[in-house]
């Protein structure tokens, strides 16, 4: 049974940083892909940034410039750097893997950037 488990949320404000955490049960290269999601309250689910198994990556334009995804597999776990938050950030994120057809999620952490 593949978990994960994200930690690293928090209360930020504007302009500040936080590192995302995802603990996997299993090594994270096991995985063809790994991502991070965010929803925010009355809002749709929507991908944030993603990375393959060759280590290729992908970020919503939102995003791009301040967010950084990248994987440890020594650790089994992916990270979300976030870099100049802002108010739109405040979200819960949510860790996604997939391996085949087969997709598994996370519980979700809270990141709320405010001052």
């Known amino acids: 049974q593949v978990q994960l488990v994200e930690s690293g949320g928090g209360l930020v404000q504007p302009g500040g940083s936080l590192r995302l955490s995802c603990a996997a049960s299993v090594s994270v290269f096991e995985f063809n892909a790994m991502a991070w999601y965010r929803q925010a309250p009355g809002q749709q689910r929507e991908l944030v940034a993603s990375i393959v198994v060759d280590g290729s990556t992908d970020y919503a334009d939102s995003v791009k410039g301040r967010f950084t995804i990248s994987r440890n597999g020594a650790e089994k776990t992916l990270f979300l750097q976030m870099n100049r938050l802002k108010p739109d950030d405040t979200a819960i994120y949510y860790c996604?893997?997939?391996?085949?057809?087969?997709?598994?999620w996370g519980q979700g952490t809270q990141v709320t950037v405010s001052s």
């Open positions: 996604h893997a997939r391996i085949l057809r087969r997709n598994y």
